[in-house]
């Protein structure tokens, strides 16, 4: 099973500051998907292969990586974007990795 | 509009087993994969299996191997996830998910499970 390691745990950032969340694997994966979830909502997908933003997801998000090291990036946090983030593989097994919570400061 | 409308919450004794549905609608049932996602309490995703709709076959992370069965009733365009001899781990929302070339692009509101004697 391909472990995925978040980090941070969690993060506070003001409004405007640029935010990268990264996810590495235990082994290498083709790709990542990113999903956002915020409290009592189910969640919602929002990077998928690696850098493809899905439906919605405003252009401050970004997706980048290969191997073993991706990230998530908001260019301008907005507060809106306080939530958590989950990075997911499907090279091997299904597996998600821990979560980011994304906090305002 | 794809719709993933699962049942409402469950309490389930120690020992016992319960039932959530999943019903699809907005979408061709059998033309997509179904995954089912765990959440306990306070806690992130976890991965519990598939099921295609279509052929019925099914794949499990191998710690819901003894825990979970997936089915699906192609009549009703329904999804469905039996959990068996329920502990207090198994307590979490259970979210059926909708994939499209490997995205979970649609997701249910999730279903409650609560085990308690």
């Known amino acids: 099973e391909i472990v995925l390691t978040q980090s941070p745990t969690t993060i506070a950032a003001s409004p405007g500051e640029k935010v990268t969340i990264t996810c590495r694997a235990s082994?290498?994966?083709?790709?990542m998907y990113w999903y956002q979830q915020k409290p009592g909502a189910s969640p919602k997908p929002w990077i998928y292969?690696?850098?493809k933003l899905a439906s919605g997801v405003p252009n401050r998000f970004s997706g980048s990586g290969s191997g073993t090291s991706y990230s998530l990036t908001i260019n301008t946090m907005e507060t809106e974007d306080a939530a958590t983030y989950y990075c997911q593989q499907w090279s091997s097994t299904l597996t998600f990795g821990s979560g980011t919570k994304l906090e305002i400061k | 509009e794809v719709q993933l409308q699962q049942s409402g919450p469950e309490v389930g004794r120690p020992g016992s087993s319960v039932k959530i549905s999943c019903k699809a609608s907005?979408?061709?049932?059998?033309?997509?994969?179904m995954n089912w996602v765990k959440q306990s309490p306070g806690q992130g995703l976890e991965w519990i299996g598939w099921?295609?709709?279509?052929?019925?076959?099914?794949d499990y992370a191998e710690k819901f191997k003894k825990k979970a069965t997936l089915t699906a009733d192609t009549s009703s365009s329904t999804a469905y996830i039996q959990l068996s001899s329920l502990t207090s781990e198994d307590t979490a929302t259970y979210f059926c998910?909708?994939?499209?070339?490997?995205?979970?692009?649609?997701w249910g509101q999730g279903a409650s499970v609560t085990v308690s004697s």
């Open positions: 907005g979408y061709t049932f059998t033309d997509y994969v």
């Open positions: 082994s290498s994966v083709s790709y």
């Open positions: 998910a909708r994939i499209t070339y490997y995205v979970m692009d649609a």
């Open positions: 099921i295609d709709p279509e052929y019925g076959s099914t």
């Open positions: 292969d690696t850098s």
